[in-house]
Nanobody
């Protein structure tokens, strides 16, 4: 059973930074892609950033230039560095691992940005 555990969320003022971590119970190099999603209250879950097994990255337009996704295969960990945070970034952030047709999810970590 694959387990993904997120951490690093919290309360931060607008303009501040946070770094989220997602630790997997398996080697992450086996996954086609690792992604961060977020879900604000009353909205649908949306893709924030992704990184493939080859290291290619993609970002939602709303976070480009502010967020950076990275991975450390030796630590089985994916990171999301979030800078210049805005109140609209407030959400529960989820880590996801994709392999073939399956997606595994973490339990989420809350990020709250105060104005």
């Amino acid at each position: 059973q694959v387990q993904l555990v997120e951490s690093g969320g919290g309360l931060v003022q607008a303009g501040g930074s946070l770094r989220l971590s997602c630790v997997a119970s398996t080697n992450i190099f086996i996954y086609d892609a690792m992604r961060w999603y977020r879900q604000a209250a009353g909205t649908e879950r949306e893709l924030v950033a992704g990184i493939t097994s080859g290291g290619s990255t993609n970002y939602a337009d709303s976070v480009k230039g502010r967020f950076t996704i990275s991975r450390d295969n030796a630590k089985n960990t994916v990171y999301l560095q979030m800078n210049s945070l805005k109140p609209e970034d407030t959400a529960v952030y989820y880590c996801a691992a994709m392999i073939v047709s399956r997606t595994y999810w973490g339990q989420g970590t809350q990020v709250t940005v105060s104005s």
